[in-house]
Structures are given as C-alpha cells and as structure tokens.
C-alpha cells in the first residue's frame, strides 16, 4: 500500500526554483512529522528539511537554510519543499520522509530525481 508520493522534480538551471510535493495517506500526515531527505550518486541519505506535527517548527540542514523552505497542508495532507536558488551540488534525488512517533517508524516515498545544471 503506498503510503507516500512524490511530485515535482525535474531539470532546472542553476539558480532557479522548483517545488517538491509529498502526498500522504491521511493517517500518516496526522500522526507524522514529515520531513525531506536526499540522496547524492555515492553518497550517503541526509536530512534536507523536517517539519513537526505539533508545532509546525522546521529545522534545515545548513547547506539549505536560508533557500529552502518546507511547508505542509492539513487539508491536502501534502507537505512541500519549495527550492529556490538551486544549485548543482543540490543534485539528488529527493525523499519524502513521515516518521510517527512514538515508535518513530519511518514510511518513504519512492523518490524524484532533481537535478540541477551549471
């Protein structure tokens, strides 16, 4: 049963924007903190931005603060990652992440590749 699924990646230039969409199954999203990850050739998953159930707080990884911005929708049980000022070292491909407390299980999305030309 796919729980999450991702939309909006693409090719762009450096410099410019996109915006990720993750849609979640209602139970997921309201029980969830929701979060985006991605994953580089040869490099480790990280955590690009994580937003909380509760209290909406977002925390960034430094390589994006500043550039990107996460945001979710209660009523679309959607959670977004806006992009901006992208740059060819933010090319990856993106995952959506819900992590449900208290266990902390994680559900994932099956990934959009972005990538973003010099």
């Known amino acids: 049963q796919v729980q999450l699924v991702e939309s909006g990646g693409g090719l762009v230039q450096a410099g410019g924007s996109l915006r990720l969409s993750c849609a979640a199954s209602?139970?997921?999203?309201?029980?969830?903190?929701m979060g985006w990850y991605r994953q580089a050739p040869g490099k480790q998953r990280e955590l690009v931005a994580r937003i909380l159930r509760t209290s909406g707080i977002a925390n960034y990884a430094d390589s994006v603060k500043g550039r990107f911005t996460i945001s979710r929708d209660s009523t679309k049980n959607t959670v977004y990652l806006q992009m901006n000022s992208l740059k060819p070292e933010d090319t990856a491909v993106y995952y959506c992440?819900?992590?449900?407390?208290?266990?902390?299980?994680?559900?994932w999305g099956q990934g959009t590749q972005v990538t973003v030309s010099s």
């Open positions: 992440n819900a992590q449900t407390p208290p266990t902390m299980t994680d559900y």
């Open positions: 209602r139970t997921i999203f309201s029980l969830s903190n």
